[in-house]
């Protein structure tokens, strides 16, 4: 265990500073991709820092969002203190504190130094974020759109777009409606497709000094298969091209073949960046 003059405490607000001190100076940082910073989830119980002589020295962050998913959204240690030893302490806590309650641990793990940590802890491994991107590459463009219709979503259609991201996607990669919420606020581009006026896909993306991030695409499970994404994308890359932005990058799971065949037929192609996925019940 770590030296007794460290104590250990869930994290406050009034800890942002020195938090992001850690975050934006030190070495060892580990954020995890989301449209929340760890700033943002301060005052949440499953969040907790190590402190010595009213310095914070490390601090760890894991509030299930999705209610049964703890992904490890912050872990960051000071050059001061061991990192072997931060991590036992901090996440001995944390799996302590979540233990009994049916959730599961998760990380989407960028650093080699975490990826020890975490096979020590129990962690193994589910899969790989791949990351693609679309420079304008040529593509077969879908004049047949099956009824679909776009259009700009607007913040009263987020409680259906969560009920369609819940049914779209597997447990681990569901995005919760006060997630889906903060995504919106800060997205640069959102849209929705509807059939017949329901709703039944929907896109948020990112815009960046270089083009935009397709971070969220859902279509509902009943119309996969009538190239609904594809449309979709191709809508997006539209409104890109207009804008005089022609780079788009995309993340999807390794293992998701109908979202990795849709990406490269709309022109897309690997990067060869990847990152695993490792996951553990509490």
């Known amino acids: 265990m770590i030296n007794t003059r460290f104590d250990i405490r869930t994290a406050l607000p009034a800890d942002q500073t020195r938090i992001a001190n850690l975050m934006y100076f030190e070495t060892h940082v580990h954020r995890h991709l989301d449209w929340r910073t760890p700033l943002d989830w301060l005052g949440a119980p499953e969040y907790w820092v190590l402190e010595q002589q009213g310095q914070i020295t490390s601090a760890l962050a894991c509030p299930p969002d999705p209610e049964t998913i703890c992904w490890l959204r912050l872990f960051a240690v000071s050059s001061t ?23 599961t641990a998760a990380v989407i793990c960028m650093h080699e130094w975490l990826n020890d940590l975490l096979l020590a802890s129990g962690f193994s491994e589910r899969q790989k974020v791949v990351m693609l991107v679309q420079n304008s590459v040529p593509f077969e463009r879908l004049e047949d759109t099956r009824g679909l219709s776009i259009r700009p979503m607007t913040r009263e259609d987020l409680p259906t777009v969560a009920q369609l991201d ?15 919420q903060y995504a ?48 979709m994308v191709q809508d997006l890359l539209h409104k890109l091209a207009g804008m005089g932005l022609t780079r788009l990058t995309v993340n999807t799971q390794n293992d998701n073949a109908a979202s990795l065949a849709l990406y490269q037929r709309i022109g897309f192609r690997r990067t060869g960046e990847q990152y695993k996925v490792y996951t553990r019940q509490l």
């Open 81 to 103: 203190t061991t990192l072997g030893q931060a991590w036992e302490t901090l996440w001995e806590m944390a799996a302590g504190a979540l233990s009994g309650r049916g959730l």
């Open 166 to 180: 819940a049914v779209s996607f597997g447990l681990l990669w569901q995005n919760s409606l006060p997630s889906l």
């Open 184 to 231: 919106f606020s800060q997205s640069g581009f959102a849209n929705v497709g509807l059939l017949e006026g329901e709703i039944v896909a929907y896109q948020m993306s990112t815009r960046n000094p270089f083009g935009a991030h397709l971070a969220r695409l859902a279509v509902h499970p009943r119309y996969q298969g009538y190239r609904f994404g594809y449309l």
